[in-house]
């Protein structure tokens, strides 16, 4: 059975610096993996998607990275705003859509 | 244009009643899900249903009942609640096919709060 984890489940860090999220998984048979945003009491939004086939994907200061045979994905966070401050999901399809646990961060400004 | 639609957005309820949560996507997905995030914030998966057809039903009680009247549409019915159903509940869905392209879809989740 797939297990998603994530770590740290908490991170705070001073507002510009660098940080790398960590996301692992058990069964590298996955379709994808998603990483979310969420803010407190509120819904999720994707962020970035990167399919079974590709090695990471960039949104802005957002990298992500895929690993199928070790089982591990990066999020990767430049510059970090107190905006960033949210807990981010990481997940993986393998159908349905299997989660971790999260990483609550909090970028200080 | 709000993708994925949930109904109502809080709802606060005495143990014992019977409660509906409403879901639609306007995404032309055929695939719908409904997760529930406890207090610990761990989402898992409760069920899916695939153009109508009901595709993953993980090891949740009896009480909980989702009716998919079309492939827009995933309803989730609750009997007899108790305290700990309380928890949020997002809907969600996905293209199966073209998913791996696409991603999921998640709705901005319903509070329920049993007391």
């Known amino acids: 059975k797939q297990e998603v984890t994530q770590i740290p489940a908490a991170l705070s860090v001073p507002e510009g610096e660098n940080l790398v999220l960590n996301c692992s998984f058990t069964d590298s048979a996955i379709y994808n993996l998603q990483w979310f945003r969420q803010d407190p009491g509120k819904g999720l939004t994707s962020l970035l998607l990167i399919q079974s086939s590709q090695r990471e994907q960039t949104s802005g200061r957002l990298n992500a990275s895929l690993d199928k045979s070790s089982g591990r994905s990066t999020l990767y966070i430049a510059a970090s705003q107190p905006g960033d401050s949210a807990t981010y999901l990481c997940?993986?399809?393998?159908?349905?859509?299997?989660f971790g646990k999260g990483t609550r961060l909090s970028v200080i400004a | 244009d709000t993708a994925v639609s949930q109904t109502p957005k809080y709802l606060v309820t005495q143990m014992g009643n019977d409660k509906s949560i409403k879901c639609e996507q306007n995404l032309g997905h055929d695939t719908m899900y409904w997760y529930k995030q406890d207090s610990k914030k761990f989402l898992k998966i409760m069920f899916s249903?695939?153009?109508?057809?009901?595709?993953i039903n993980e090891t949740v009680p009896n009480r909980f009942s989702p009716k998919s009247p079309d492939k827009a549409h995933l309803n989730l019915h609750i009997n007899s609640l108790e305290l700990g159903d309380s928890a949020v509940y997002f809907c969600?869905?996905?293209?199966?096919?073209?998913?791996?392209?696409?991603?999921?879809?998640f709705g901005s989740g319903t509070r329920l709060t049993v007391v």
């Open positions: 249903y695939n153009n109508k057809e009901l595709i």
């Open positions: 969600a869905s996905s293209q199966r096919q073209t998913g791996i392209l696409n991603g999921y879809t």
């Open positions: 997940a993986v399809w393998a159908t349905p859509l299997v």
